[in-house]
């Protein structure tokens, strides 16, 4: 194993087992060596916490909740990722027939432009305190987005293995860094499988794969900046997409914490799950009433949520169940929809996976799970920018025309093209008995 020249200033918390409990001493390491259970980050409970008013006054990252991520001392690098922006959303709060909506917009999150950039700012943090020069990962897209930016930053060398068939702006968006990006004939699942022979042989840092205990921590920050951007109160629902399932169960997590900490004070919100219908393993499980998570062959326009044998797929259901949520399944054709409605409600451009996300909370609206007196916060987690193909057939067509005045008139005589939402779409809920 390769380690830097300088003593790093940073370290990386001791593991624990979620299953039996074991400690670990810190390490590239995710799975229990005594009974196969992952591992998480130890927190000391006698460590000390910051107030509200101390966590407002430092800089507008996700390091501002630095006590609740895995790392003690010095950060270094990617110490401008987190913060995104919380939009209300009320066009589309009335869409849904709730009191409130707000859009986590992480399609605009530094560097990459999606919520990935989180999980990869811790990620790599932890791999300088293992000394480790070289970062991986088996991603669906936007992961290898992200540790291609971070990495290239931070001087490492990436790895970086992608199933083949990704959308050509998230392989461009990798290999613009310089990295070594190599696709994949197969499936997401296959690629993992391949990555985690790739870190015993070679040593390297991958990820999502041996040091997945310290990046999923990252996924809490969006739990924590909700709560602080809505002035440290829980909204009462949230609507995440789920691939491998961690953003969903770490949300949770998130919440807790903070509500331990006294931070903030109610209800854990209900957390509802978004897939596509053609890779929907978790939402399956909970629709079944089990934890046990019944691998899929993905077939889906929403490339980043493709993974047809989710890690934390049981673990994610079994989340939803305990916060008396939901999940709900859509197919392409929604999902197309769902971006649509985002881009002209509330004037953000998402990816196929914030289409799932809308598309679902527009179908657990219906079927009468979110409510009237709801507050409701959706987790938009990357950029349209990455899909294109995707939105293209549903857009207005723009007309071509000669640089002429009258060629413009005759545009606007035949009434433009804007298409207002109309209020036969919006969900009216029956009065509550
Ligand atoms: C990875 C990803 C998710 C979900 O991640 P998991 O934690 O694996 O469930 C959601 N949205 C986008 C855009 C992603 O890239
Ligand atoms: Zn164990």
């Not at 991520?69 to 939009?87: E, H, K, N, Q, V």
């Not at 849904?96 to 990869?120: E, M, Q, T």
């Not at 809490?220 to 789920?242: D, H």
């Not at 995707?390 to 002429?404: C, F, G, L, R, T």
């Amino acid at each position: 194993m390769a380690t830097t020249l300088t003593e790093p200033t940073v370290r990386a918390l001791p593991l624990r087992c979620r299953n039996c409990g074991g400690a670990h001493p810190p390490g590239p390491h995710a799975i229990c060596e005594d009974c196969l259970g992952p591992l998480e980050p130890a927190y000391d409970p006698a460590r000390p916490l910051p107030d509200r008013e101390t966590i407002a006054s430092r800089p507008p990252s996700l390091w501002r909740y630095r006590e609740w991520l895995p790392l003690d001392g010095a950060i270094s690098r990617s110490t401008d990722t987190g913060f995104t922006p919380l939009i209300d959303a009320p066009v589309l709060a009335r869409r849904l027939g709730v009191a409130r909506a707000w859009i986590k917009n992480d399609a605009v999150s530094h560097p990459s432009l999606s919520f990935k950039d989180r999980v990869v700012a811790v990620a790599i943090n932890a791999a300088e305190a293992f000394g480790l020069d070289t970062l991986g990962c088996a991603s669906t897209g936007n992961l290898a987005n992200a540790v291609a930016a971070h990495a290239r930053r931070a001087r490492l060398d990436a790895w970086i293995f992608v199933p083949d068939d990704l959308e050509l702006a998230k392989i461009i968006g990798t290999a613009v860094y310089g990295v070594h990006l190599v696709r994949v004939r197969g499936t997401y699942d296959d690629v993992n499988r391949l990555c985690a022979q790739v870190a015993d042989r070679f040593g390297w840092g991958i990820a999502n794969v041996n040091l997945r205990s310290y990046y999923g921590e990252g996924s809490k920050t969006v739990a924590f900046e909700i709560v602080e951007q809505l002035g440290w109160r829980l909204p009462t629902a949230v609507v995440a997409p789920m691939a491998g399932g961690s953003l969903l169960t770490k949300l949770h997590k998130g919440f807790r914490e903070f509500r331990d900490a006294g931070l903030t004070t109610g209800d854990a919100p209900r957390l509802y799950g978004a897939q596509a219908a053609g890779c929907a393993p978790i939402v399956r499980a909970v629709e079944r009433g089990d934890e046990r998570v019944v691998p899929e062959k993905p077939n889906t326009i929403a490339k980043s949520l493709a993974i047809g044998s989710p890690p934390d797929g049981g673990y994610a259901a079994q989340t939803i169940r305990e916060t008396n949520g939901w999940a709900a399944a859509v197919n392409d054709a929604d999902i197309v929809a769902g971006i649509r409605i985002l881009a002209e409600d509330v004037g953000v451009f998402t990816e196929t996976a914030g289409g799932v996300t809308v598309a679902a909370a527009l179908t657990l609206a219906r079927q009468g799970r979110l409510r009237r007196d709801d507050e409701v916060a959706l987790c938009i987690t990357g950029n349209g920018l990455k899909t294109v193909d995707a939105a293209q057939s549903a857009s207005p067509q723009a007309p071509v025309i000669d640089p002429k005045l009258r060629e413009v008139s005759a545009l606007v005589d035949a009434g433009g093209s804007r298409r207002d939402g109309d209020a036969g779409d919006q969900i009216t809920h029956q009065e509550e008995v």
